[in-house]
T-cell receptor, first 116, second 114 residues
Framework: AQSVTQLGSHVSVSEGALVLLRCNYS??????LFWYVQYPNQGLQLLLK??????LVKGINGFEAEFKKSETSFHLTKPSAHMSDAAEYFC??????????????FGKGITLSVRP | SAVISQKPSRDICQRGTSLTIQCQVD?????MFWYRQQPGQSLTLIAT?????????ESGFVIDKFPISRPNLTFSTLTVSNMSPEDSSIYLC???????????FGPGTRLTVL
């Protein structure tokens, strides 16, 4: 079984400040980890993913995340927040890349607000 | 990336009726998934749909309430049957194909049941 924990429901940062959104996972097999973003009244967009190999992964819009197995974490960061980053962010885990193992288990999500 | 469309984009329905949501992908995909996002909540997987076989439902979801069809590799439907206000949610479909990890999602169908 797999699970994802996203502590806190809301993060507020100033424009230009560092963005840090935390994600911890639980998985009985090597995990595949994802971050998705959801803008108001829109579907989910894949930001980045970790499968195997390099533990620091870069995604779209300047976001990156680091897989830390020892900490069972996959925190999302961006050096400088932009107003357009305001959205809901979901961390998700799957047991594999294809087939039934690719079904996603999501965290509760974090709302990111960016102050001018 | 695959382009996924859903119909309808939103609907307001009466208690006791049923609504069928369509999901169309612009390329052939191996698996399709249906998720529910209740107001202010995260996404919960309803079922996984393979072409030519019965859908696989997650715990808490049953075929009588959420029948799914998958007639070909680019299309799927989800029906929400005998609706109640508790079914008011956003319903999203997604796809998984080949060896590419991660899923692409449709824009969702926003359902309100009165």
């Amino acid at each position: 079984a797999q699970s994802v924990t996203q502590l806190g429901s809301h993060v507020s940062v100033s424009e230009g400040a560092l963005v840090l959104l935390r994600c911890n996972y639980s998985s009985s097999v090597p995990p595949y980890l994802f971050w998705y973003v959801q803008y108001p009244n829109q579907g989910l967009q894949l930001l980045l993913k970790y499968t195997t190999g390099a533990t620091l992964v870069k995604g779209i819009n300047g976001f990156e995340a680091e897989f830390k197995k020892s900490e069972t974490s996959f925190h999302l960061t961006k050096p400088s927040a932009h107003m357009s980053d305001a959205a809901e962010y979901f961390c998700a885990v799957s047991a594999g890349p294809t087939g039934a193992n690719s079904k996603l288990t999501f965290g509760k999500g974090i709302t990111l607000s960016v102050r001018p | 990336s695959a382009v996924i469309s859903q119909k309808p984009s939103r609907d307001i329905c009466q208690r006791g009726t049923s609504l069928t949501i369509q999901c169309q992908v612009d390329s052939q995909v191996t698996m399709m998934f249906w998720y529910r996002q209740q107001p202010g909540q995260s996404l919960t997987l309803i079922a996984t749909a393979n072409q030519g076989s019965e859908a696989t439902y997650e715990s808490g979801f049953v075929i009588d309430k959420f029948p799914i069809s998958r007639p070909n590799l680019t299309f799927s439907t989800l029906t929400v049957s005998n609706m109640s206000p508790e079914d008011s949610s956003i319903y999203l479909c997604s796809e998984s194909t080949g060896g590419r990890p991660g899923q692409f999602f449709g824009p969702g169908t926003r359902l309100t049941v009165l």
